[in-house]
């Protein structure tokens, strides 16, 4: 060996290989930390993936845009991934057509409520207008949370953490708050889980009952088409008026 | 496997086009996931090739979220500074969002 560890971790740490493999490693960790917890919604591998990566990048010094040259070819796959979400909404089509009119409606005032209350309290304890705007569209599925952040003036990565955290909040917060409304319907409430939980809330939907989790990923996908067609326009009527 | 990947890019290089050339505040995967599922309507038995390696990728979907997740180190000041407004946010809204959704779709289902 003609080169000490040293000179190995300096050459390793310069190149994309090592921090794209340290993302895929963290998730599998995480996934099996998930596995064994029985799936507990708080024990959310995306929340605890982040969390050890930040500290490996925190202890070896590692600056975001140097961890990022590696992560960028797992974060470019939420493109194709958010196409593909036309495919399990594609096969809820009998169930779409059959209350269509009720499901959009719903999530079309559940979203409207959820983002005018989280802007409206986040400004009225003021918060800065980009944490605002982070704010607005955390209720969606983060690849298109993300891109609707980054047109409406947001900051895509905080947006990301947020969607992670209502995700969560929203899953162990809906069995509670649906037996004190005595709402039981499993379809309604995999529905209002979806809206506001999105792919968080649909996995710990299909856990409850078949008919809840697709009834949820229903949801998510429709929340999530209607807060990237409208919340923009809103968004660029409100600033215009 | 390859087939479903090259019609989710092609569909996701059309949506970013279209964003592009319109300049619509729509992101372009999303426009690309609204021209996919209209391409379904219109030819139902197409997605039998493509759910399988679509709902298997769609699975490990919390995998992509890590790389946007761990930029919360960029956003450590602005986080530790508004946790307050933050946290109230996300709170409020999630039990709102799950109350008027499910009150309301309990409202008008048939």
């Known amino acids: 060996m003609n ?20 993302t895929v490693l963290a998730y599998q960790l995480a996934y099996a930390l998930y596995q064994r917890s029985g799936f507990n919604s708080l024990a959310n591998p995306v929340a605890t993936a982040v969390a ?62 959820a983002i005018a209350s989280a802007m409206g309290v986040a400004w009225a304890l003021g918060a800065s207008p980009a944490t605002v705007l982070s704010l607005a569209p955390k209720a969606v599925t983060t690849p298109i949370a993300m891109g609707v952040a980054e047109k409406i003036g947001g900051l895509p990565s905080l947006t990301a953490v947020l969607v992670i955290l209502t995700g969560i909040l929203g899953a162990v917060a809906a069995r509670w708050l649906f037996d004190l409304l005595k709402i039981r319907d499993h379809g309604i409430r995999g529905f209002a889980l979806g809206a506001t939980s999105h792919g968080i809330g649909t996995a710990r939907a299909f856990q409850v009952s078949e008919e809840m989790g697709a009834f949820s990923g229903l949801a998510m996908g429709l929340a999530g088409i209607l807060t990237a067609l409208l919340l923009p326009l809103v968004l660029k009527l409100l600033q215009a008026a | 496997m390859i087939k479903t990947f090259a019609v989710l890019l092609v569909f996701q290089t059309l949506g970013e086009g279209l964003s592009f050339a319109f300049s619509l505040p729509v992101p372009g ?82």
Request: glycine letters at 6%; aromatic letters at 10%; proline letters at 6%.
């Open chain 1, 3 to 22: 080169a000490g560890i040293g000179q190995v971790w300096v050459y390793l740490s310069a190149s994309p290989l090592l921090w794209l493999t340290a």
């Open chain 1, 52 to 113: 050890l990566l930040v500290a490996v990048l925190s202890l070896t010094a590692t600056p975001y845009e140097r961890y990022f040259e590696g992560a960028q070819f797992v974060h470019f796959l939420l493109g194709p991934a958010t196409v593909a979400l036309a495919i399990p909404l594609y096969q809820q089509l009998p169930k779409l057509r059959r209350n269509w009119f009720a499901l959009l409606a719903s999530a079309l005032v559940g979203g409207t409520a």
């Open chain 2, 29 to 110: 995967p999303v426009l690309g996931m609204l021209m996919l599922f209209c391409w379904l309507l219109a030819r139902p038995n197409e997605v039998d090739a493509l759910a399988p390696t679509a709902m298997e990728f769609l699975k490990h979907l919390s995998l992509l979220f890590i790389p946007a997740g761990v930029g919360i180190m960029v956003h450590a000041q602005r986080v530790a500074a508004e946790w307050l407004p933050l946290l109230a946010a996300l709170v409020i809204s999630a039990a709102v969002s799950l109350v008027v959704t499910a009150l309301v779709l309990k409202w008008l289902q048939k």
